[in-house]
């Protein structure tokens, strides 16, 4: 038991950082921060993965060469504009063509099946944006560590299964490698292999729960048409809640 607390910890903990990396421009000083003991970072996920010790190591370069104080342009020009940006990072638009689709609402009514609201004002993105649904996940650990008793974790794993294989590692490992090969990507090269990394043991670590398989991106992309036109739904969730994202 002491070891699935210990990787509930270190999972909620890399959520933790991804939500920092790719919700909005991250804070210089929070980024000095990884600087601490970079290289015990470097070792430890290397017994994880080789690509999330390549990652660490290239954001640990990265930061000791250029500071922190680049990166919240570097954030703008990948994500947001001025023009357009490098890498699109919502789920509707690897599956649907479109930002507003189909996968939104179908995110959406996950949220509400597991009493997850977004707060009134909070990130003005919507909720199958990259950096939303790392936060999903790491409100879904945050309901396993705090569960009282082993029936009640079991379902929020179940909730975490679920939402990793019917959205997340769908298209959040192809939206990394985008984010490693954008044009404007220095510090977010580091950042995106750390991620794909990551996403694939979460990947292992899930391969006996929940959905029995993970739909291709391709599968996925076929089954919503690539459809930019599509006017279903979209319901803003307004669910009585257990928690705010």
Known sequence: ????????ELRQKYYG??????????DPKFLLSLLEEISERVKGAARLSPVMAEGWQHIGGYLEKNG??????????????????????YESYYLAGG????????VRGFMIDVGLEKKEG???????????????????????????????EERWLEHQAVFLKKHLL??????????????HADFYK??????RGFLEIEQEIFQDRGPKNIESLEAAQS???????????????????????
């Open 170 to 183: 769908v298209w959040a490992p192809a939206c990394s490698k985008s984010v490693e090969s954008a044009p």
């Open 122 to 152: 909070e990130l003005p993105e919507p909720e199958d944006t990259l950096g939303f649904e790392l936060e999903i996940m790491n409100w879904l650990i945050s309901k396993q560590t705090n569960s009282k008793d082993s029936e009640e």
């Open 99 to 106: 930002v507003f689709q189909a996968p939104l609402a179908a």
């Open 17 to 26: 950082l991804f939500v920092h990396l790719f919700w909005k421009e991250p």
């Open 190 to 195: 580091g950042a995106g292999m750390l991620l």
């Open 68 to 89: 922190p104080n680049e990166v919240e342009f570097e954030f703008v020009q990948l994500f947001i504009g001025p023009h357009k940006p490098d890498v699109f990072p």
């Open 223 to 245: 089954r919503y048409g690539k459809r930019r036109d599509w006017k279903g739904p979209l319901f803003d969730p307004v669910p009585p809640t257990e928690g705010d994202a």
């Open 1 to 8: 038991m002491t070891g699935e607390k210990e990787l509930a």
